[in-house]
DNA sequence: GCCATTTCTAACCTTTTGGTGGGTATGGTT
DNA sequence: AACCATACCCACCAAAAGGTTAGAAATGGC
C-alpha cells in the first residue's frame, strides 16, 4: 500500500468493465428502494418490507434481497420459529453504498424539474 | 419559494417516485458509458462514440443518446452535410450528473474486491 | 383434524429489451 | 453507373425481465 497513485481514475480496461457491471448491477431500481427502505426503517422483517416498498412483488423482492445478500450488501437473519421470520439488515457495504448514491439521489432531486422541463421542451417542438 | 426546508429529505410519495424512475432513467447502463465517453473525450460524433463505447449497437446508441437529450443532458448537433455529421457534447446538466456518478463510481472501484470476495463466499456455501 | 401464518420456490406467461439486417438520403469517387 | 460514406429509421426476431399463481413446510389455535 505504498507506491500508487491516490485514485486510479479508470484504470485497467477489464477493470472498467466490471466497475461497469458492478454498477449495473447495484444500480437496480429496486434494490435502490429497498436499500432506501432498510436504511430508513433499520432492520426489518420480508413482509414489512414488501408492505413498505410500494409495488414491489414477492419473486422481486426474495431475487433482490438475495442478490443484496450475495453481494454483502444485507444480511439475513433466519429465526427458525413457525410461521418463518427472517430479518434483513444493512451492511457496513450496504450503509456505505447508500451514501455513495446520495450525491445521485441530491442530483436528481434537485434536477428533477430541469429535467421534466428538458423533456416538455423535447416533446414539444414539432 | 419561500417558507420551505431546506432540503426535503424525501418529502413526498409522489416526489419519491419521480425521483426514482429519473434515477432508473439514468443508472441505465449505456447512458452510464455514454456519460463516461462524453465527459472524457469531449464533443464527439456518432460514429466516434460508436467505436468508443465497447459493445453498443447502433440502435442503442441512437436511443440512448436520444433520450439523453430529451432529458437535458445532451445537446446534439447536426451539420447538414452529406454524408451526415452529427456531434454530442454534454450540457452542465449533463456534466452534474458525471459528477454525482462519481460516488458511486468510487464506490464499486474501492469495493469491487470485497464484492467478489462476498459472492464466493456466498456461492461457496452449499 | 383443519386452517391460518410466513417465507420462499417453481411453474407459466406477458412485457420489455436489445440485436440484426435492410432501407434512405446524396454528393463525391471510381 | 455503380458505389461508398454517415447517421439514422424500421421491421423482425430472440432473449431476458418480471408478474401471477400455486404450493410446500411446520405448527399453534380453533
Known sequence: ????????YSTAPEVDALV??????????????????????????FGALARAVPGISQKMLTQTLRAMERDGLVIRTVHPVIPPHVDY????????LGEAFCGVWHWAEANLAAV???????????
Do not use: C, Y
Request: hydrophobic letters at 35%.
Open 1 to 8: 500500500m505504498a507506491n500508487q497513485p491516490i485514485t486510479s
Open 89 to 96: 439488515r444493512l451492511t457496513t457495504l450496504g450503509h456505505s
Open 20 to 45: 461497469n457491471d458492478l454498477i449495473g448491477r447495484v444500480a437496480d431500481k429496486w434494490t435502490l428502494l429497498v436499500l432506501e427502505q432498510l436504511e430508513e426503517g433499520g432492520e426489518q422483517r
Open 116 to 126: 421534466q422541463r428538458s423533456r416538455s421542451a423535447f416533446d414539444a417542438r414539432d
